[in-house]
């Protein structure tokens, strides 16, 4: 038992010197190359399907919204309905379209998007949050502006779990003396 660990233990510090020495091999040529990449931000890429459109997705709460982003002149449609047809508040139509007001994009981009779950206010966090993304793969230079508004960032806030031995998230049940 004892020579087994002994061979064993042996037989993976030889591994590890082997990897380490491949590592210092391919690291040497590639360390000039290395250190110039770290200085520079980047490169990112445009991202089109085959139809030229720029497909991202965007969460909020529990919405999830497939967003198609195309060059047109500013139609929004969202799940087979006109914006001002599904979100009907004028809050949540300017919510969808900040991204391109914050890119000075208005009226350049036909979206179509594919929203389900949750609330309306979740569904327009959700297609905003996707617009942004797709913004960015369709114009790789708008990443900046959008990033800085926070709008590539998903919003992590969620609903708090009901826990047991209580009437709500954090709300106690009503006490009684007598």
């Not at 350049?108 to 309306?120: A, I, K, N, P, T």
């Not at 114009?139 to 047991?164: G, I, Q």
Request: glycine share 8%.
């Amino acid at each position: 038992m004892a020579t087994t660990r002994k061979t064993t233990s042996a037989q993976l510090s030889g591994l590890k010197a082997a990897v380490k020495e491949q590592a210092k091999e391919q690291a040497a040529p590639d360390a000039p190359v290395a250190a110039n990449a770290s200085n520079e931000a980047p490169k990112h890429e445009r991202k089109l399907d085959k139809q030229g459109r720029a497909h991202a997705i965007g969460k909020r709460k529990n919405a999830i919204a497939r967003v198609w982003l195309k060059p047109g002149n500013g139609k929004i449609i969202v799940n087979g309905r006109e914006l001002k047809v599904y979100f009907a508040r004028p809050v949540l139509q300017m919510v969808v379209n900040q991204p391109f007001a914050v890119a000075d994009r208005n009226n350049q981009f036909d979206v179509e998007c594919l929203v389900v779950g949750g609330g309306l206010s979740g569904q327009a966090g959700a297609v905003k949050h996707g617009i942004s993304k797709a913004l960015t793969y369709f114009e790789p230079d708008l990443r900046k502006p959008l990033k800085v508004a926070k709008f590539l960032t998903r919003d992590s806030r969620v609903v708090e779990r009901k826990k047991y031995g209580r009437a709500k998230a954090r709300r106690r049940f009503q006490f009684s003396k007598r």
